[in-house]
């Protein structure tokens, strides 16, 4: 089988092609997985290294899903700094109450999200992108990207940047949170449907421009 994500060249040795959450409970930075059909995580978080890179063994995301139904189960659990998460034609799906695709605890932060050709489910009651993420100066890039009925984006603090290119914000209840210190925001080219007035972008504070 071919694999169709645009990773730099990776050696066998590097890869991990994830068939179920087992393969997914000790992530190694120094890997890349792959995606293989539909992964459900069940009551198993990630737990994320100071790297994690990510994406579907399939052309499409609508096929390389990785889903949970628990409730306040967040798919990525980032406990160490700086961390780096790379996505790529996938499709995350959380949908028990209160869970989040994104958590930060401790002195976890994450530093880096580029998300690429993926989609973002988060349709259980008070569902979040971003649960209470500590971001640490550093920038989020999604390109192609459907978020889909989220109850709100939840909450970043000390960014640097969020730029959103080619993307659809589909019937997302309430927008995201900027604390603390920001450079800057933009969504290009990118589309609402079902999406309530004036919620996209809630801020605190200023941006540092």
């Not at 900027?178 to 609402?192: E, H, K, Q, V």
Request: charged share 15%.
């Amino acid at each position: 089988m071919s694999v169709s994500i645009s990773y730099p060249f990776v050696p066998r040795e590097a890869l991990v092609i994830v068939k179920s959450a087992q393969d997914l409970i000790n992530i190694d930075s120094t890997k890349t997985y792959h995606i293989d059909g539909v992964v459900d995580m069940d009551t198993q978080s990630m737990s994320c290294p100071n790297r994690v890179s990510m994406g579907g063994l399939n052309a499409s995301e609508e096929v390389t899903r990785i889903v949970t139904s628990v409730v306040n189960l967040s798919m990525f659990e980032i406990s160490v700094p700086n961390t780096e998460i790379i996505l790529e034609n996938i499709t995350l799906e959380v949908n028990g109450a209160g869970a989040s695709i994104f958590k930060t605890t401790g002195t976890g932060s994450l530093k880096r999200i580029k998300a690429t050709n993926c989609t973002f489910i988060y349709s259980g009651v008070g569902s979040k992108l971003f649960n209470n993420v500590l971001a640490n100066q550093d920038g989020y890039d999604f390109y192609n990207c459907n978020f889909i009925n989220g109850t709100s984006f939840g909450e970043v603090t000390n960014g640097r940047q969020i730029f959103f290119s080619g993307c659809g914000f589909i019937a997302i209840q309430d927008g995201i949170t900027l604390n603390g210190s920001w450079s800057g925001f933009r969504a290009a080219d990118s589309i609402t449907l079902s999406f309530t007035p004036y919620t996209f972008l809630k801020k605190r504070h200023q941006f540092n421009i």
